[in-house]
């Protein structure tokens, strides 16, 4: 097989631009070198959420800042920061300042969170609101269940507790010495 020059010149610069293109991707992600346009919903390298905070400075101005959480996501979710798609088909906002589970209690918002384009496509998105909604103690696949059916009857049953997400199964049980 021959290769002529044009066709090596093309497979160098084809592997340079792929090099490029790891590199890019594999780089990691610091929560404070975000922008204000791609914190919301992003995961650094060490795997903590980012969260974006809004300070007023002296003169009035307001400033956004991305810094990084104390909340772990998913492992598998590390050095991530959300597509268009997933914000919007799950209904989220990159303007959002810190994290709430006080979404949940909205019934337009969980419509599109447990929606399947959200919740089979966005998992780092849906692993964020899983963990908020358990720790009120809501159980995030019975809330989108409830979605399916009576939504404000599930919403009711939130806002009375009556969705209680699972206690932790233990393996075996507990050696006491």
């Not at 899983?130 to 809501?138: P, Q, R, T």
Request: contains cysteine; charged residues 25%.
């Amino acid at each position: 097989m021959v290769i002529s020059f044009h066709s090596l010149k093309t497979l160098v610069i084809v592997a340079f631009a792929l090099a490029f293109c790891v590199q890019v991707t594999l780089g990691s992600i610091t929560c404070e070198n975000l922008k204000k346009d791609s914190c919301a919903f992003a995961i650094s390298s060490t795997g903590k959420r980012c969260v974006l905070e809004k300070h007023l400075r002296r003169s009035g101005e307001q400033v956004y800042t991305c810094r990084t959480s104390e909340i772990e996501a998913d492992n598998k979710l590390k050095d991530r920061i959300e597509t268009d798609q997933c914000i919007e088909s799950c209904g989220v906002d990159r303007n959002t300042l810190g994290i709430s589970s006080d979404s949940l209690m909205e019934c337009h918002f969980t419509q599109k969170l447990c929606s399947p384009e959200c919740y089979k496509h966005c998992p780092n998105i849906v692993d964020l609101y899983f963990n908020l909604a358990a720790g009120e103690g809501v159980y995030l696949p019975r809330l989108c269940e409830e979605q399916g059916g009576n939504a404000r009857r599930g919403m009711a049953e939130i806002r009375s507790s009556g969705i209680v997400a699972p206690a932790p199964k233990w393996a075996s049980s507990p050696q006491i010495s």
